[in-house]
């Protein structure tokens, strides 16, 4: 008898959470010095050692006087720059000329910018005109006005950008603990791939996956160990994840995952402690495949270079994100942004995820076939379209940025 095997699909909701709970936050720590922390992850909670300012300040280039000085003119009897503290208490009758950023006498109430004073010039020096109680602002920045002793600066798992370093360093901190980088290898899989730069042999395709992935590699937080292109040969395949998965925390594939008669990855990853093949109810990216040896995670992603493309941003974005301690991209959940298609979008079986070019608050979504790479290019991201439900022009739709 002729038997014909059912395909059993996998929802991503599901395939999602049991990747998800594959992943444990890498334990090892180091520090590292705030300068080169850009995009590490926060290992530790940061409290501010101190107040900024640490001293009342003038916010302003003027006069530092005591409006409670009933004098009705205050002589000028210094100056008092930005730096070292030399000022002594205001004496009664007198003010101060004052720079921005210049520590206030203690008993100093209030700055009068330059360009406000009434000055009065008399043979023993210049006098400032006291108005009393009549400024509508002080002009002083008084003690952690920016920031307060033991306020919370940044939380454990956050990712450093170039503002947070600028809030550390104006505390005085100058190193970081930091989860330590996640180590990433890549392997393209075809007999069939071709270098760029180098002639394409008969039937051949250049490897733009890995191109593409290597890039991508690069704007994430991790230890790229590099890229090896590999035959479609069990053997070598399975040799060079061996050996990866003794330095490696994640090892990303591309190809070979499918079903076909060199489709190699399967078979290669069956063996290990954990393998899990899924065939995801999507459009694209439908087959993915997952693997622990102990050591390292595999993932192995289709090679169909949309495909590829977006199991990378749905899965190994997260994966590498949950790896290195941060809050992960949950693509269960819906996005921070939505936009209303310009287009209206018939319902199918399946899930799927269309690339879009974002306008303002809207999107025009992209017919893009499994291998167009060059309209891929168009995109600002993507957005879900769920299985089985018309979207009318003008529905609204969850929105990601590519990353
Ligand atoms: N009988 C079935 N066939 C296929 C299925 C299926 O469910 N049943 N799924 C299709 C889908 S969907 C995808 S996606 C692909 C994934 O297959 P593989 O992961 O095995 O990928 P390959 O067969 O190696 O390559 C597919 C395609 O992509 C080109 N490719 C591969 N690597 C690169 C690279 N590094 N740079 C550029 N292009 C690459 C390759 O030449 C093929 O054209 O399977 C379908 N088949
Ligand atoms: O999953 Mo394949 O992604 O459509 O080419």
Redesign the pocket.
Known sequence: MLMQAK?QFDEFDDVFESLMSRVTALQTTEMVPLLAAQNRVLAEDIFSPMNVPDKAISAMDGYALNLKDGTAFLKIAASQFAGPNISEPLAKGECIKIMTGAVIPDNGTAVIPVEMAAIQQRLDGDYLFNPKNELQTQHIKTVGSDIKLGQVLARKGTQLNAKLIGVLSSVGIAEVEVSKRSKVALL???D??GTPGKPLANGA?????????ESLLQKQNIDYLGHW?LQ?DLQEIDCKIQQLSKQADLILS???????D??W?PKALSTAQDFQRF?LNM?????LLYAYSGKAHVL?????????FFSFQLFAVPFLQKLSGRIYRDFSQPAKESLRLTQAISSTSKLRWMPVIKQDCECVPLQIG??QLALLCQADGFVRIEANQDYPLGSRVNYWQEL
């Open positions: 395909p393209t899989l075809g069939e791939l395709v250049f490897n733009a996956n890995w191109y593409l992935l292109q479609d591309i190809g070979g995952s499918s079903q076909g060199k489709d990855m065939k459009k694209p990216a439908k087959p192995a992603l289709p090679g169909n270079p949309i495909a590829a499994s291998s």
